[in-house]
């Protein structure tokens, strides 16, 4: 089992819909999530950052933490175009070692 | 917000050569990493630079194949050696910084086809 489960999509969605992305893991001592959004031939760029449990909202992205059924999302609302991207999850310890764990991302493409 | 930039951005090579893809960061790092990303698979991390010694490497990564340096705190270079079609991948430097630890910010990444 990989420590990260996400969907790989593809996911489809009309511009201004709601878009939930999700992932799962397995271990229990991760603390710190990302959500990092990734274009085409370019590096992933950090959305969102969360510690622990709760909800963190920017603008239209809600990212959402659910630490005892080890379950994240993030929420886009009012999509556009422009969000038609990778979005990869990752998570860690928190330990000095630094290593994230990634979810294989899931592709969007908002059509207009 | 810190540039990260990688050279080359992209290459096509021949089995059996090597290629250095170097990472600059224009700020001060506390740490610097290195990341495969194969097509339909998740970041792997291959290994942590460590600054002026040794890199730490992954389960499945070792030094020979993937020589990291790291002379200071704001340059990097992983060399991918004696190539195969398999190392055909992205590969992605990222830092952390001790103000945003646990956090890494990601370079452009170095797009490598080995034929």
New interface residues.
């Given amino acids: 089992q ?1 420590e ?1 489960e996400q969907d ?1 999509g593809p996911l489809s969605v009309p511009e201004g819909a709601i878009v939930s992305l999700n992932c799962t893991y397995s271990n229990s001592a991760f603390q ?1 999530f ?1 959500w ?1 959004r990734q274009y085409s ?6 959305l969102m ?1 969360t510690y622990s449990s709760g909800n963190k909202e920017d603008g239209r992205f809600t990212a959402q933490v659910d630490k005892s059924s080890k379950y994240i999302s993030l929420f886009i609302r009012d999509s556009q175009p422009s969000d038609s991207a990778t979005y ?1 999850c ?1 998570m ?1 310890r ?1 330990s ?10 899931t592709q969007l493409t908002v059509w207009p | 917000s810190a540039v990260i930039s990688q050279k080359p951005s992209r290459d096509i090579c021949q089995r059996g050569t090597s290629l250095t893809i170097q990472c600059q960061v224009d700020s001060q790092v506390t740490m610097m990493f290195w990341y495969r990303q194969q097509p339909g698979q998740s970041l792997t991390l291959i290994a942590t630079a460590n600054q002026g010694s040794e890199a730490t490497y992954e389960s499945g990564f070792v030094i020979d194949k993937f020589p990291i340096s790291r002379p200071n705190l704001t340059f990097s270079t992983l060399t991918v050696s004696n190539m195969s079609p398999e190392d055909s991948s992205i590969y992605l430097c990222s830092v952390e910084w001790v103000r945003t630890q646990e956090t890494q910010y990601f370079g452009p990444g170095t797009r490598l086809l080995v034929l």
């Fill in positions: 990989k990260v790989p710190y990302m990092y031939r370019k590096g992933p760029e950090l950052y990869l990752a860690t928190g000095t070692l630094g290593r994230l764990y990634f979810g294989r991302g």
